[in-house]
């Protein structure tokens, strides 16, 4: 039995090897049967199957093993954040070959670990990390908005290839409605969404934010994804908590544009027909990208708590009144393949309870969708009281525990804690995915 499929493993590994992939073959050849091998001393290889001539850098006696039990399925993954050059590059300045080597270091610690997605903020700021024809070069990569990296290179397609190589999912990552962010001051690119549509461009708080209840505002945001998805092969699309911005105490300045769908014949209150607006973005966006390719998947990675008081014990934000986000619709409905609800809290204190909001979550996803949950690593690195490695390794435990209620993986926030090893993370990491896993599958694309 052994022996035969070993013959029919090498008969279509030659085939693989003739592309002479520079790192271990091993990571990136995925067995018909049993998926991805991992480099292992031979004698520990046990109920297992081995080949030679796939773990090329490595001693003889460490060979490409393949679990004959079922590989786990678990998202494993980090948000690489790019606006104000969070996690990367490390800064505008520097040069398209060092940029290019900082994130190829990213990408070989991920694969290091064991983990197997990453999800890169493409557009933070009605910008692009990758060549667009519709907006500008972010300033977060060249220093200057609207200038291209010189020598020119794209991203968005570098770190595609380069993580498809190590077997590690893309998910562009982009923010609907941000113009430009805090604190930036640079003059807006006349592509910028903001000069484009001046007339749905407010400046709110230290921010410039898009109206979302303007029509060609979604419109072109749709049209913005769905040139990603036809260009390059990400292998998802995801955005994160911001819908209409966190209140800085004054009113959100669309009272014109509610008064035209008035005018129209709209009877939604303002705080339904504002749900309603972000509620047709999410709508379009999941339709259009699945229209261009049907196992894309699409995540959204909303404030942790629906409202406040949900489930009882809970107490916070509301991001349904506060941000006119309805998140929870979202999972019932099946608008997006997998929801991320950022639960940066710790697990003990009950106002913000990890598991309890976690059971929650999974509770709301009526249609089968995928729950990974978004773990706060920062939260090692910054604020009073700064958490042990421990209550990570703690919420993954506690993730793991519901995962037959497709509670299926983590998205740490952010890559700087595991590259910078904050509190040894990366040791808890290696014993917890001390085995590769596959990323779950999604039968309903
Ligand atoms: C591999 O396993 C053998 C036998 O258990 C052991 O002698 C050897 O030291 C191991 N090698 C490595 C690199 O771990
Ligand atoms: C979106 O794309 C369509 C098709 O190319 C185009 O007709 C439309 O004008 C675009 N909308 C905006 C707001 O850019
Ligand atoms: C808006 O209308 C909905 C549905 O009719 C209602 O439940 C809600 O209380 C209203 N909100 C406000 C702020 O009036
Ligand atoms: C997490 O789970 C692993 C594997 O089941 C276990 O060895 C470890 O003690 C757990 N850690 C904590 C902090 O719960």
């Not at 770190?159 to 893309?170: D, G, P």
């Not at 749900?275 to 196992?295: E, G």
């Not at 959204?300 to 991001?319: C, D, H, R, T, Y």
């Amino acid at each position: 039995m052994i022996s035969s499929l070993k013959a029919i493993v090498f008969c279509c590994l030659l085939s693989l090897l003739s592309y002479q992939i520079e790192a271990d073959t091993c990571n990136t050849y995925n067995h018909p049967q049993y998926g991805i091998g991992q480099c292992i001393n031979q004698s520990e290889c046990l109920n297992a199957l081995y080949l030679t001539g796939l773990c090329e850098s490595k001693p003889s006696n460490i060979q490409c093993c393949f679990s004959t039990e079922p590989m786990r399925e678990e998202f494993r993954a980090i948000w690489i954040a790019t606006v104000t050059n969070i996690d990367w590059p490390s800064s505008g300045t520097a040069t398209p070959a060092q940029q290019q080597s900082e994130l190829l270091d990213i990408l070989n610690k991920v694969q290091e670990l064991n983990m197997n997605a990453v999800v890169f903020q493409v557009r933070p700021a009605s910008d692009a990390l990758y060549f667009s024809a519709f907006e500008p070069w972010s300033y977060y990569l060249t220093g200057k908005h609207g200038v291209a990296p010189s020598p020119f290179w794209d991203p968005l397609a570098f770190i595609v290839n380069e993580a498809h190589k190590r077997n590690i999912e893309v998910h562009a990552w982009l923010n609907p409605y941000r113009a430009r962010t805090a604190g930036a001051t640079y003059e807006l690119a006349p592509t910028n969404m903001a000069k484009r549509f001046p007339q749905y461009a407010y400046t709110y708080g230290q921010y410039i934010w898009m109206d979302p209840g303007g029509a060609v505002v979604q419109e072109f945001i749709v049209n913005v994804t769905e040139d990603i998805v036809s260009r390059y092969a990400v292998d998802g699309i995801h955005i994160d908590d911001y819908f209409y911005p966190y209140s800085d105490g004054t009113e959100f300045p669309d009272a014109a544009t509610y008064a035209a769908y008035q005018e129209q014949g709209g009877h939604l209150n303002k705080s339904d027909w504002r749900r309603s607006n972000v509620n047709t973005l999410i709508q379009s966006m999941y339709t259009r990208i699945h229209a261009v390719r049907p196992k894309i998947k699409f995540g959204i990675s909303p404030f942790g708590i629906w409202k406040s008081g949900v489930p009882a014990g809970i107490s916070g934000l509301s991001s349904y009144d506060e941000l006119y986000c309805d998140s929870r619709m979202w999972l019932e409905e099946g608008l997006v393949d997998y929801m991320t609800p950022q639960l940066y809290w710790q697990i003990d204190p009950p106002a913000q309870s990890y598991p309890v909001l976690l059971n929650w979550w999974l509770q709301q996803s009526a249609k089968g969708r995928h729950v990974y949950a978004g773990n706060a690593a920062y939260k090692m690195a910054q604020g009073t009281v700064q958490w042990n490695a421990n209550e990570i390794v703690r919420q993954i435990n506690i993730t793991r525990s519901m995962q037959d209620r497709l509670a299926l993986g983590n998205v740490f926030f952010s890559t700087k804690e595991i590259m910078r090893n904050t509190k040894g993370i990366q040791s808890e990491l290696a014993i917890l995915y001390k085995k590769k896993a596959i990323i779950p599958k999604m039968k309903w694309l």
